[in-house]
């Protein structure tokens, strides 16, 4: 018994878990940066399956009604957006950078529309230029979100 609660600690110290209150200040955070470069987007599209919630959350903070998924799958995209259109400015989200490897694919595949990637938490200082991100952690601690 004693081993598995040795065991047990072993494995939450390599976790951070994030609260909804944690989360509702990184969607803050990120609206506040992007009214402050005052940038305006006509849609949303969350990553699958962890920007799903972010998605709604920064569609309601930046008042986007207009959102659609890209869904990852043994690492290819879906490549069936509905509506993808030139004309738009779009507003890429997902819960974190972490290898880059997931953004370096979308990027790829978005190149001919105008974007800027939005994450709630990034393992890297990255250039911000194109890449929005609420925090920067301090940690490689697997991180757990609130709706996981």
Not at 102 to 119: A, G
């Amino acid at each position: 018994m004693i081993g598995e609660a040795k065991k047990m600690n072993n494995i939450n110290s390599n976790r951070e878990y994030l609260s909804w209150d944690e989360i509702e200040n990184l969607i803050k955070i990120i609206g506040s940066k992007i009214r402050e470069k005052n940038e305006k987007y006509d849609s949303i599209i969350g990553i699958k399956n962890g920007g799903i919630i972010p998605a709604r959350l920064i569609s309601k903070e930046l008042e986007i009604n207009e959102i659609e998924f890209i869904s990852t799958k043994q690492n290819h995209y879906n490549k069936s957006f509905h509506s993808i259109s030139k004309d738009k400015k779009y507003l890429l989200i997902d819960e974190i950078y972490d290898t880059g490897k997931t953004f370096l694919e979308i990027k790829d595949y978005l190149k001919n529309i105008e974007y800027n990637f939005v994450c709630l938490l990034s393992r890297y200082k990255i250039d911000e230029d194109k890449i929005i991100v609420g925090k920067i952690l301090n940690n490689k601690k697997w991180i757990v979100f609130p709706w996981e």
